[in-house]
Every structure is written in C-alpha cells, then in structure tokens.
C-alpha cells in the first residue's frame, strides 16, 4: 500500500524560501502523478504543482508560478517542492498525493481532479509571516 510522508514546513519570513519534499513507501512512484495541495484555515484545499511519472511534465496554479518548482527523483521514491518568494498568503498546511497515472492521464495546463488521488500525507505546515 502506498503511503506518503511530507516534510519540510517551517516558519519563515516573507521572501523567504522552503523546500518540502513528500516520500513514499510501500509502492515505487514512477507510475503515479504527484500533486501538492496546501489548505489555510477556512479555505477551501487548493492544488498548487504537479509532476507526471517521469518528471517530464509539470502544472502550477497561476499564484506560484515562477516562485515555486516541483521536481522528482524517482530513485529515492521522493517529490520536492521548493518554494521562494514566499508571501503570508501561501500560509497553509501542504499535502502531497498521489494519482496512478496509467489509470489518469496527464494533461499539460490542469493537475488531477483530487478525487482520483490513490494516496494522501498527513501534510506539512508552512507559515509565512515576520
């Protein structure tokens, strides 16, 4: 059974950088998208990147574009989110999950209805704030 553990959240100030990484166990991760949502109190879960099987292709929501950059290393079973710029909205616990691809097929511009999702961490908290 596939499990996902995200690590990496913190504290830090406005501009800011952090790095989240979400690790997998119990199933190899080349087949399956992964994609990083982030949840702030009261708000709605939003996703925010994902990255195909092969780490070929990559989505971002509009917000973090050019501030964030997803990448994976299938040889550690591990996906990374390094986030710069950060700003006091991008404030919210961050999940990673993961969606098998061959089942879900990856189109360039939109990530994986959440609900398709096989597997989900328990998340990572980041606060932005000085």
């Known amino acids: 059974q596939l499990q996902l553990v995200e690590s990496g959240g913190g504290l830090v100030q406005p501009g800011g950088s952090l790095r989240l990484s979400c690790v997998a166990s119990g199933m190899t991760l080349d087949y399956y998208i992964i994609s990083w949502y982030r949840q702030a109190p009261g708000e709605e879960r939003e996703v925010v990147s994902c990255?195909?099987?092969?780490?070929?292709?990559?989505n971002y929501v509009d917000s973090v574009k050019g501030r964030f950059s997803i990448s994976r290393d299938n040889a550690k079973n591990k996906v990374d989110l390094q986030m710069n710029g950060l700003k006091p909205e991008d404030t919210a616990n961050y999940y990673c999950?993961?969606?098998?691809?061959?089942?879900?097929?990856?189109?360039?511009?939109?990530?994986?209805?959440?609900?398709?999702?096989?597997?989900w961490g328990q998340g990572t908290q980041v606060t932005v704030s000085s």
């Open positions: 999950a993961a969606t098998f691809q061959p089942r879900v097929r990856f189109v360039q511009g939109q990530c994986p209805p959440d609900k398709e999702a096989e597997a």
């Open positions: 990255i195909s099987g092969s780490g070929g292709m990559t």
